[in-house]
């Protein structure tokens, strides 16, 4: 069994990012910049706009966070994202998730710039996902692409299981596989016995916030294990939606949560802010 080591190859993109960043700098004269907008207090959000934030400065990269109260107006974000669709010194745009329930978060994605929606949200890039065309894909199955790519694992004709069909993770997965040329089956919450789609399946990859959804007599000797899941235990331990000590033991390639998938959706960011950023240099 091989560790899929996302934070390692995170690492690298990053210190790839920064490079770039330094020659953008040289030819432009200004820094790929990113606007996050951070509505209410969840713990966990604030956690990850932070990282974020963290990781930009790393690169060297311009970045500005609106903090908004849980009770704001659909209309006053809908102003902040207008301002920063036309704002020069910003080429990235990113809308937390998830946002308050009085939001309509849909309006707001559809809002964003597609050419500064580096999340991929936005549905004009979804729909170049789907059809296999250039655009901004969403940060963490772009990741696991990467991952995989690393470790030389060829998806081509292999019968991928995704499970999870949100529109950030599991959909974007299936699309990105489907392009590369694998066989994807797509289960959720409604799928009937998870058990006989997993267990025949060459890779898994589950991104559903389910502790210990994948057991070891799911799964075939072999198989590629990706574990998008994040969950926090209630002890406050940080595992995934795999039962990682026993699966691992039948599988060929895993991802360790934490330091797998996680910190690759963070240097996708960057690296898709920094293609937004080039590609906005060439407009201007
Ligand atoms: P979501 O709640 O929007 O979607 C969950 C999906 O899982 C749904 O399609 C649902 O049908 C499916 N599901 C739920 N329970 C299931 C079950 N028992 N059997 C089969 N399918 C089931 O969540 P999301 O935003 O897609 O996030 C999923 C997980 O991925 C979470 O743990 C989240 O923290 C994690 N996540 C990780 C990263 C990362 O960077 N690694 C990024 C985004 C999300």
């Known amino acids: 069994m091989q560790i899929l080591d996302g934070k390692k190859l995170a690492k690298k ?58 009770d704001i107006s659909q209309e006053a974000i809908e102003e902040t994202i207008k301002m920063m669709n036309k704002n020069p010194n910003i080429d990235g745009i990113l809308i937390q998730l998830p946002l308050p329930k009085h939001i309509d978060t849909t309006k707001l994605l559809e809002l964003v710039d597609p050419g500064k929606d580096v999340d991929g949200f936005h549905p004009y890039n979804v729909g170049r996902l789907t059809t296999g065309l250039d655009g901004f894909v ?52 409604y799928t009937d016995d998870l058990k006989e789609h997993t267990k025949n399946a060459d890779m898994v990859f589950v991104g559903t916030g389910v502790i210990n959804l994948i057991k070891e007599d799911m799964v075939k000797d072999g198989v590629v294990i990706v574990d ?29 949560v934490p330091g797998g998938v996680g910190p690759m959706t963070i240097a996708m960011l960057l690296s898709n802010t920094l293609k937004a950023a080039k590609l906005h240099s060439k407009e201007h």
């Open 13 to 70: 993109i990053e210190q790839e990012v920064e490079f770039e960043t330094k020659e953008f700098k040289e030819k432009t004269g200004r820094v790929p910049g990113l606007a996050v907008i951070l509505v209410g207090n969840d713990p966990a959000s604030a956690t990850y706009v932070g990282m974020k934030k963290k990781a930009c400065d790393r690169v060297g990269f311009y970045s500005v966070t609106h903090e908004m109260p849980e």
């Open 138 to 189: 969403p940060c963490t199955p772009l990741g696991v692409m990467h991952l995989l790519d690393e470790y030389d694992i060829n998806v081509q004709g292999k019968n991928c299981c995704v499970v999870g069909a949100s529109n950030i993770v599991g959909k974007p997965m299936a699309s990105l596989l489907l392009n590369a040329n694998a066989t994807v089956e797509i289960c959720h919450i």
């Open 228 to 256: 998008i899941g994040i969950n926090k235990t209630e002890d406050g331990k940080i595992v995934g939606d795999v039962d990682f000590e026993k699966v691992s033991k039948k599988a060929s390639y895993i991802t360790p």
